[in-house]
């Protein structure tokens, strides 16, 4: 099992990061695919969510700044952030929707001047 999730980073207020999640294809294929985050003392939430074929649904918090898309021939889910807030601070995950058990070592995003 691979979800291995890159790109986070630290980022100022209303800037932008792209994260990538190469997965492996017995998790990615034909299934619906998420990008998680879990903020420190917090529960892990799904944020944003794409279809095989790439219809996409996101969480009312990043509605409108964060822009979720896949690569099938890959097996690679992409997160692109825009506009980004202090709020946004968290580990972002890959996974399956609903998530399979095991989970990747996650990306850190930390959103601050």
């Known amino acids: 099992v691979q979800l291995q999730a890159s790109g986070g980073g630290l980022v100022q207020p209303g800037g932008s990061l792209r994260l990538s999640c190469v997965a492996s294809?017995?998790?990615?294929?034909?299934?619906?695919m998420g990008w998680y985050r879990r903020a420190q003392g917090r529960q892990r939430e799904l944020v944003a969510q794409i279809s095989f074929g790439s219809s996409t649904n996101y969480g009312d918090s990043v509605k409108g700044r964060f822009t979720v898309s896949r690569d099938n021939a890959k097996n690679t889910v992409y997160l692109q952030m825009n506009s980004l807030k202090p709020e946004d601070t968290a580990v972002y995950y890959c996974?399956?929707?609903?998530?399979?058990?095991?989970w990747g070592q996650g990306t850190l995003v930390t959103v601050s001047s």
């Open positions: 996974n399956r929707v609903p998530p399979v058990e095991v």
């Open positions: 294809r017995s998790i990615f294929t034909f299934n619906v």
